[in-house]
């Protein structure tokens, strides 16, 4: 009798681990999934509507697009395509990095540079769970495009070195002028932040940009966005 108790016990709670396994893995990710598309599609209402002032011209990377409004908490301002990632891979930009945030899509770090401007554009997301948005960060290479719109200008950012690996509370990766990543002077850059290891959260990975080019949605997708 108590050897049928235990081994029902431990199928009971092999069942359960199963459940919360298939949860984490597959469940969060569908939610996920249909919250980014969600985001998107609210963009590009938006953008729809024409609150978006579009450029009339293309400008070099050095040229200072004109300054957004400030990105309300919580909600989507842009989109980010890494080719890098897939062809089909796209996820909405929200503001903050708060935990319900991240769940929607990636974050923007309060406080760093608005997307295009002088200063650092910093970002994170989730490595697993949630949609796996940064799955493949660790395959980033240096000259990779990281390409984002507002839904009026096109932002193409290149990658300048390999991810590279620092402890959580390591926060000069997302400075102005982020340390560690060999910029020595202000300019318009972009950082991206993940989790590390994969499964875990015990440092984190970092990728580094610059603002390579920009152009009016108007004239089409750029090319780093081309088959």
Known sequence: MIVRTFSELCITIGTVIVLFVVYVLFWTGVKADRAMDSQIDQLQDQWARG??????????????PPRPA????????????????????????LQGTATGTLKKGLGHYAGTAQLGQKGNFAVAGHRRTYGDPFKDFPELRPGDAVVLTDGATWFTYRIDKKPYRTLP?????????????????????????????EWGHSHRLIAWAHLDATQPVEQGKPEALRR
């Open 51 to 64: 609150s978006v002032a579009a450029r009339t011209d293309e400008e070099p990377a050095d040229a200072s």
């Open 70 to 93: 400030p990105y309300r908490d919580g909600k989507p301002f842009a989109v980010m395509y890494v080719p890098r990632f897939g062809f089909t891979w796209n996820k909405p930009v």
């Open 169 to 197: 509370g390591d926060i000069g990766v997302i400075d102005p002028v982020p340390r560690k990543s060999g910029y020595r002077e202000p300019g318009r850059y972009l950082t991206l932040t993940t989790c590390e290891p």
